[in-house]
């Protein structure tokens, strides 16, 4: 352990001098040697100001503090005598197992500036979230900054480093943080793609964060943004201010609604085709953004053992304290996303603590991560390709798959991170996106299922279709169909289609009154069925038999005539969360709400079309069963030319497009 003079401005952390350690009253035992210079890794943040409470424990555990700590900017605050703060948060918190895991480092420098008299603890936890002390300092005197280096070797499994700061007298801390006592690997040349279609003033503020903050603006070597929109980034307000800050490196693309697929590739296509960056970060527009996760996933890109794809963790922007996402993989046995193993959905940091949480603890191995924030090297850019032209949706998995056969991994890091809106009001299995969940998980499993004939993923695709029949949501069934045959066409047209495939979506969406949203139930009369009689529908079945006898019977139920009566007037005004099959498939016709709360559909039950649906489904699932050895020799074929940069090159180019 060693003291330093007074840090360096954030921007200029990435070296101190070292002195003699006379003001420090008690060596640390885990010290090692001085560094005249360290890498930065990582800052030390404090709250935005007028954070919520709950807010603020992303970055600060007040938990044994009377009196909040009182922040001067986002990279000091004072600490009130008598109080002991945590940093064991998520964003102050060093995540060292991802570091010991996918970097060359062995140790890792804490650095902590302190002006007061107090006392520094460093701790760290195991895999299993149990929580360690490993050295500590007491300080008394003047503004004098406290190095720690620290073996990063005991974590393989997981597990993270913090320090604890308890206050003797008012301690300010400021300009902190996690640093590399090595040169890296590389230095990243870091390009940024946002891919925006009418949210230029969404798309503009997430530029604007980072422009605002100079370490950042510092590391930028272009930004791109993707405009797809008619409402146009060039023409709203904040545009002149970024334009400003980032001159020529502010690229600003108008074309065609391409989806993310087409809007991210522009900007991965911009990056490694007009500019010298070696690495790129896709950010949604949607989005609220700590700006250190990126010069977070740099760091991390820039000592990593090979090149790696570099992924920030999805924060809850309707609940900016619950981490909504930790990371994903695809299960292939029925080729679906799904959540990671040991990772959980919904953690509220203003509910349990990074100490208290012992699940979170353990490293995570992921798949791919969502392109909401995804740091891509040129490397695998130039070794496996550009994204399928596919629209939207799974186009993200589906190239964490490919990078990962290419021998490139994907991590997902914690303590990077943005705040995007969660799935929670959203529906987008069943609304027209519906059709490119399912054709592009089709072409996905394709080019990646390990099973000849698709694992279970046909049998799963014939369960959600007679589930979304019995739930009377006849319009994302006929999506379904058209993914099928779009699926059994082959990968030919995917290209030419990419334009106008949104709109041929949208239309087959409004081919049944399931898929036309009305402002209002008090649009339709009022709901026929009884409240008593409304009770008894809503029981839910439990046990095998019981599920087992409700589901014979809505199978029957949708077979039979519908009450005349029932066809203009809804039985029942249900919620969205209300509306579960065991009640649905009894009725004959019901408004439910949209996710979002904006409108409701009116479900209508029809015999014939459930039937004829119900055929057409187990017929297309047959036929992709049997034909999926050949599909698959067809798609793995034509991948190089579907996700080739000159193929990409071409589409723009026919496509259209115009430089801002």
């Known amino acids: 352990m060693t003291t330093t003079e007074a840090a360096q401005p954030a921007a200029d952390l990435s070296e101190a001098a070292p002195v003699s350690p006379e003001t420090v009253s008690e060596p640390a035992a885990a010290d090692l040697t001085s560094h005249k210079a360290v890498h930065l890794l990582q800052r030390v943040l404090m709250p935005r100001p ?66 007061g008299t107090c006392r520094i603890d460093v701790h760290r936890s195991k895999a299993d979230g149990e929580s360690m002390h490993v050295t500590g300092v007491t300080h008394t005197g003047g503004r004098q900054t406290l190095e720690f280096e620290l073996d990063l070797a005991p974590f393989i499994d997981g597990g993270w480093y913090w320090f604890d700061v308890t206050a003797e007298t008012d301690t300010v801390v400021s300009e902190s943080g996690w640093y590399a006592p090595q040169a890296p690997v590389e230095e990243p040349k870091l390009a940024i793609g946002i891919c925006t279609y009418n949210r230029p003033i969404d ?85 609220m953004i700590e700006p250190d996760s990126i010069l977070r996933a740099r760091a991390f890109a ?54 208290d949480s012992r699940d979170l603890h353990r490293r995570i191995d992921v798949d791919y991560n969502g392109w909401w924030m995804c740091l891509i090297p040129r490397a695998v850019v130039e070794k496996v390709g550009m994204p399928l032209p596919v629209f939207i949706k799974w186009d993200d998995a589906e190239y964490g798959l490919r990078a990962f056969a290419g021998g490139f991994p994907t991590v997902s890091l ?37 099973y000849r004939h698709g694992g279970k993923m046909f049998r799963e695709m014939i369960k959600a279709d007679m589930r979304f029949l019995i739930n009377l949501q006849y319009s994302t069934v006929e999506l379904h169909h058209k993914a099928y045959r779009d699926f059994l066409a082959g990968p030919e047209k995917l290209f030419a289609d990419m334009p106008t495939s949104v709109v041929q979506a949208r239309k087959v969406r409004t081919t049944h009154a399931d898929g036309q949203v009305l402002e209002s139930s008090a649009d339709l009369p009022l709901p026929s069925m009884t409240t008593a009689k409304a009770l008894r529908f809503r029981r839910i079945p439990v046990g095998a038999r019981s599920i087992g006898s409700t589901l014979v019977k809505a199978l029957a139920h949708n077979t039979r005539p519908v009450a005349p009566e029932n ?89 259209g497009y115009e430089r801002v």
């Open 50 to 115: 007028a954070d919520q409470l709950k807010v603020r424990s992303l970055y600060l555990d007040e938990q044994n503090a009377d009196e909040r700590v009182k922040q001067d900017g986002r990279y000091a605050a004072t600490i009130a005598a008598g109080a002991e703060v945590s940093f064991a948060t998520y964003f102050n918190a060093f995540p060292a197992s991802y570091w010991r895991r996918w970097s060359v480092l062995r140790t890792v420098v804490l650095q902590v500036t302190v002006d």
């Open 203 to 287: 798309a503009l503020a997430a530029a604007k964060a980072l422009v605002e903050d100079d370490a950042v603006l510092e590391r930028l070597a272009l930004v791109t943004i993707a405009d797809q929109g008619n409402n146009h980034v060039k023409d709203a307000a904040g545009y002149a201010e970024v334009k400003t800050a980032l001159g020529d490196r502010l690229h600003v693309i108008e074309q065609p609604n391409l989806g993310g697929s087409g809007g991210f590739a522009r900007t991965i296509h911009e990056a490694f085709t007009t500019s010298d960056a070696t690495h790129v970060i896709l950010l949604d527009d949607d989005i």
């Open 302 to 355: 820039a000592y990593t053992k090979s090149p790696t794809l570099v992924g920030g963790q999805m924060l809850a922007l309707q609940n900016r304290s619950v981490l909504h996402s930790m990371g994903e993989i695809v299960d292939r046995s029925d080729f679906f996303w799904t959540n990671a193993p040991n990772t959980y959905y919904h953690h509220d940091f203003g509910s349990r603590t990074l100490r």
């Open 414 to 450: 914690p303590g990077t991170a943005i705040w995007h809106l969660s799935w929670g009001d959203k529906d987008d299995a069943s609304d027209w996106q519906a059709y490119f969940h399912i054709r592009n998980r089709l072409i996905a499993a394709a080019l990646h299922s390990p």
């Open 567 to 655: 066809v203009e007037t809804p039985q029942l005004n249900l919620a969205f969360q209300d509306a579960q099959w065991f009640l649905l498939s009894r009725l004959d016709s019901a408004t439910v709400g949209t996710a979002d709360g904006r409108g409701v559909t009116f479900r209508r039950r029809d015999p014939a079309t459930f039937r004829r649906l119900a055929a057409t489904s187990l017929q297309l699932l047959r036929q992709m069963s049997t034909d999926f050895p050949t599909l698959t020799e067809r798609y793995r074929a034509a991948a190089g030319e579907l996700t080739s940069i000159d193929r990409w090159t071409t589409a723009f180019d026919e496509w």
